[in-house]
T-cell receptor, first 115, second 118 residues
Framework: NAGVTQTPKFRILKIGQSMTLQCTQDMNHNYMYWYRQDPGMGLKLIYYSVGAGITDKGEVPNGYNVSRSTTEDFPLRLELAAPSQTSVYFC??????????????FGPGTRLLVL | AQKITQTQPGMFVQEKEAVTLDCTYDTSDQSYGLFWYKQPSSGEMIFLIYQGSYDEQNATEGRYSLNFQKARKSANLVISASQLGDSAMYFCAMRGPLNTGTASKLTFGTGTRLQVTL
């Protein structure tokens, strides 16, 4: 199993450009998440999805959009890049269990620099 | 709203010694879960240990244990017999009650950087 994969690993964007961060998981997890991690900070939830066709906002959704057409894929779209979106982006997935101790498996991250 | 506080920006520990990383939390929920993740310099997030709010015993996973003090709202991570490979950022996180909108959304602290020395 590859687990959670993210592409690209690193990207430089100009202000106003758009891009899509790709995320794929092969563990058949129903839940998927996008987080951002600013320097010296913890992760903040951008969007999450509880299954194909269902998405919801997290703590910091402004400036981003997501879609979940399949169980495996959960792309994150930046429409008009701004310097404030310079960050490391992590995708994660989990399979909910009634015990509640489900681990979120994280991808390797995408480092985005907006200039 | 949930909040996680990690007051130690950085910690040093000698190899083979034990170290405690502090985590306090704030929530009005009766049911919740607490996680610890490790982030090495390579950047990936590695799950270490989980504690449910109704678990009566402290969680343990190998050299990691979670010192859960519910009345104090603390969930400190204890690493025994530190190794050089333990040098990393450590994040405490919590989730809300099961079967609610916050069940799978994690709130993270700002992290503690641990440096293990010879």
């Amino acid at each position: 199993n590859a687990g959670v994969t993210q592409t690209p690993k690193f990207r430089i964007l100009k202000i106003g450009q758009s891009m899509t961060l790709q995320c794929t998981q092969d563990m058949n997890h129903n839940y998927m998440y996008w987080y951002r991690q600013d320097p010296g900070m913890g992760l903040k939830l951008i969007y999450y999805s509880v299954g194909a066709g269902i998405t919801d906002k997290g703590e910091v959704p402004n400036g981003y959009n997501v879609s979940r057409s399949t169980t495996e894929d959960f792309p994150l779209r930046l429409e008009l890049a701004a310097p404030s979106q310079t960050s490391v982006y992590f995708c994660a997935s989990s399979y909910t269990r009634t015990s509640g101790g489900e681990t979120q498996y994280f991808g390797p991250g995408t480092r985005l620099l907006v200039l | 709203a949930q909040k996680i506080t990690q007051t130690q920006p950085g910690m040093f520990v000698q190899e083979k010694e034990a170290v405690t990383l502090d985590c306090t939390y704030d929530t009005s929920d009766q049911s919740y879960g607490l996680f610890w993740y490790k982030q090495p310099s390579s950047g990936e997030m590695i799950f270490l240990i989980y504690q449910g709010s109704y678990d009566e015993q402290n969680a343990t996973e190998g050299r990691y244990s979670l010192n859960f003090q519910k009345a104090r709202k603390s969930a400190n991570l204890v690493i025994s017999a530190s190794q050089l490979g333990d040098s990393a950022m450590y994040f405490c996180a919590m989730r809300g009650p099961l079967n609610t909108g916050t069940a799978s959304k994690l709130t993270f602290g700002t992290g503690t950087r641990l440096q293990v020395t010879l």
